[in-house]
């Protein structure tokens, strides 16, 4: 299946100069969608994996389906201001400013091993903040998985762990 058949990309946004990647025609999409989730699954296979970590928001659209596929918990990385309760928040950078991330305070996560899961992959700081809001919480994040990889940005070499993308965009 060709993915980039139902990514659409839609110029200046969230702000000018920006080519942004939208996976609303994927997500509309079953057959698009049902190969997504099992390419996903195929490369989780052969991992203990306890945790699916969704990126806020678009991340949760896969991280829920990965989860109940395996078996296993999901817990939100949510922008600052979006969870309940006491959290961990963390500052970091991305393509076009800056912004945070909060993970909740009781999440058991110590010892256990976490997949990561997002849309995109830019610049890395979303998935980067994510990875140290688990090890924060004493979590193992085995790897990242992003539909969409902006390989030109280079996101891969801010993170600490090995990703895989789906779609990768070299322009």
Do not use: W
Not at 113 to 134: F, K, M, P, S, W
């Amino acid at each position: 299946m060709k993915l980039k058949d139902y990514i659409e990309e839609i110029p200046d946004f969230p702000v000018k100069g920006i080519l942004f990647k939208d996976i609303s025609p994927l997500i509309a999409n079953y057959q698009a969608m049902s190969y997504v989730k099992a390419s996903f699954l195929d490369i989780i296979k052969s991992y203990h994996v306890d945790y699916i970590g969704g990126i806020d928001a678009r991340g949760f659209l896969f991280s829920t389906l990965l989860a109940d596929a395996l078996g296993v918990g999901s817990f939100m990385i949510r922008k600052e201001g979006k969870l309940p309760g006491k959290v961990i928040t963390k500052e970091y950078s991305l393509e076009y400013g800056t912004s945070k991330m909060s993970i909740r305070q009781n999440i058991n996560l110590k010892n256990r091993n976490i997949i990561l899961v997002d849309d995109l992959l830019a610049t890395g700081g979303t998935l980067r903040c994510g990875e140290e809001l688990v090890n924060n919480k004493e979590g193992n994040v085995l790897f990242s998985l992003t539909v969409i990889e902006l390989v030109k940005l280079n996101g891969h070499k801010n993170l600490n762990s090995k990703v895989y993308s789906l779609v990768k965009y070299n322009d």
